[in-house]
C-alpha cells in the first residue's frame, strides 16, 4: 500500500524555520515524484514544492521559491522541507503525496487523492 506520513509541523516565529519530513513507502522511490502541499481552511490545496529523479531540479511554486528548499534521501525514503524566513501567511495544514510522473505535473495537477493525516504548521507574528 502506498503511504506518505509527514511530520515536523509546530509552532514557531515569524522569521523562523522548520523541517518537515515526509515518510514515504509501498513503492519504488526512485519511481515517484513527491512533493509538498498545504491547505488552509476554506481554500484549495495548493502545491508548493515537489522533486523527482528524473528533473533536472525541483519546481517551486512563487509563493516559497527562495524560502524553502525541498531534498529527497533514497536510503531513507524520505523527502524533506526545509522551511525558512516562515511568515504568518505560511500558516497551515502540510501534506506529502507523490506519483509517477514529473515534479511540475505533480505540484499543479488538481485531483490528487492520496494523502497522508498532514501536519500542522502555525507561524506567528
Known amino acids: 500500500e502506498v503511504q506518505f506520513v509527514e511530520s515536523g509541523g509546530g509552532l514557531v516565529q515569524a522569521g523562523g524555520s522548520l523541517r518537515l519530513s515526509c515518510a514515504a513507502s509501498?513503492?519504488?522511490?526512485?519511481?515517484?515524484?513527491i512533493g509538498w502541499f498545504r491547505q488552509v481552511p476554506g481554500k484549495e490545496r495548493e502545491g508548493l514544492s515537489c522533486?523527482?529523479?528524473?528533473?533536472?531540479?525541483?519546481y517551486y511554486a512563487d509563493a516559497v521559491r527562495g524560502r524553502f528548499t525541498i531534498s529527497r534521501d533514497k536510503a531513507k525514503n524520505t523527502v524533506y522541507l526545509q522551511m525558512d524566513n516562515l511568515k504568518p501567511e505560511d500558516t497551515a495544514v502540510y501534506y506529502c503525496?507523490?506519483?509517477?510522473?514529473?515534479?511540475?505535473?505533480?505540484?499543479?495537477?488538481?485531483?490528487?487523492?492520496?494523502w497522508g493525516q498532514g501536519t500542522l504548521v502555525t507561524v506567528s507574528s
Open positions: 503525496t507523490g506519483g509517477p510522473w514529473t515534479a511540475p505535473f505533480l505540484c499543479t495537477y488538481r485531483y490528487l487523492e492520496r
Open positions: 509501498g513503492f519504488t522511490f526512485e519511481d515517484y515524484a
Open positions: 522533486i523527482s529523479d528524473s528533473d533536472g531540479s525541483p
